[in-house]
T-cell receptor, first 113, second 113 residues
Framework: DAKTTQPPSMDCAEGRAANLPCNHS???????VYWYRQIHSQGPQYIIH???NNETNEMASLIITEDRKSSTLILPHATLRDTAVYYC??????????????FGKGTHLIIQP | DAGVTQSPTHLIKTRGQHVTLRCSPI?????VSWYQQVLGQGPQFIFQ???????GRGNFPDRFSARQFPNYSSELNVNALLLGDSALYLC????????????FGQGTRLTVV
C-alpha cells in the first residue's frame, strides 16, 4: 500500500469548513483512498473512501486530484464534536478478504469555538 | 443492530502473564482484524481472519495469536506479557468483500504492570 503524508495538526473555527490534505504521490491505479477518524480513546470511525471520482456522503466530501497524487477531506460545517485525529489511508484491491489497514500518525484536527 | 463489541473494556495484567481478548463482529460480517494502538501512535495491524482462516499478519512476535470461531467472533491471545504490550487493542469487522469499510469496536485497554 502506498505511503501517505498528512500535517500533524490543524485548527479550524466552529461552523467553518475543515479541509484536511493528504499526499499519496506513489499511489497506484487500483488503490483506494480511505479516511477514518478517531475521537480520543474511542475506536476509529470510517468516514469515506474513493478511487478517482469525488465522493460525498452525510459526513464529508472527498476530493481526489486528477493525477490521484493527493486528496482533501472536507467537513463542510465543522462542530466541536469533529475534534479528532483524522487518518488518510491508501489501500489496494483487497480481494480474498484481506483487510489490514496501515495507519500513519494522522492529522489532529482541533475545532475552535 | 449492535456494532462491534469487545470485552473486557479494561484489563490489568502482570508481566509474564497471559491474556485473552474477545471480539464479536457486526452481524453478517465474516472478517475480523485486530490492531494494537500504543499511546500517541496510530493503530498497528496484528491479524486478519476471514472465514475462520488467517489471511494476514502484521509484524508482531509469535507471542501474539488469534483465532476465529464458526460464529465469526474472534479471540486475540498474548502470552508472556511485557510492559510494552500495554496498549489499546482494537477489533474491526468487515463484510470481507473487496474495498468495503471496516467498523471498529471501542477497544480493550490493556495495562501490563
Amino acid at each position: 500500500d502506498a505511503k501517505t503524508t498528512q500535517p500533524p495538526s490543524m485548527d479550524c473555527a466552529e461552523g467553518r469548513a475543515a479541509n484536511l490534505p493528504c499526499n499519496h504521490s506513489t499511489i497506484s491505479g487500483n488503490e483506494y483512498v480511505y479516511w477514518y477518524r478517531q475521537i480520543h480513546s474511542q475506536g476509529p470511525q470510517y468516514i469515506i473512501h474513493g478511487l478517482k471520482n469525488n465522493e460525498t456522503n452525510e459526513m464529508a466530501s472527498l476530493i481526489i486530484t486528477e493525477d490521484r497524487k493527493s486528496s482533501t477531506l472536507i467537513l463542510p460545517h465543522a462542530t466541536l464534536r469533529d475534534t479528532a485525529v483524522y487518518y488518510c489511508i491508501v489501500r489496494g484491491y483487497s480481494g480474498g478478504g484481506a483487510d489490514g489497514l496501515t495507519f500513519g500518525k494522522g492529522t489532529h484536527l482541533i475545532i475552535q469555538p | 443492530d449492535a456494532g462491534v463489541t469487545q470485552s473486557p473494556t479494561h484489563l490489568i495484567k502482570t508481566r509474564g502473564q497471559h491474556v485473552t481478548l474477545r471480539c464479536s463482529p457486526i452481524s453478517g460480517h465474516k472478517s475480523v482484524s485486530w490492531y494494537q494502538q500504543v499511546l500517541g501512535q496510530g493503530p498497528q495491524f496484528i491479524f486478519q481472519y476471514y472465514e475462520k482462516e488467517e489471511r494476514g499478519r502484521g509484524n508482531f512476535p509469535d507471542r501474539f495469536s488469534a483465532r476465529q470461531f464458526p460464529n465469526y467472533s474472534s479471540e486475540l491471545n498474548v502470552n508472556a506479557l511485557l510492559l510494552g504490550d500495554s496498549a489499546l487493542y482494537l477489533c474491526a469487522s468487515t463484510l470481507g468483500r473487496p474495498n468495503t469499510e471496516a467498523f471498529f469496536g471501542q477497544g480493550t485497554r490493556l495495562t501490563v504492570v
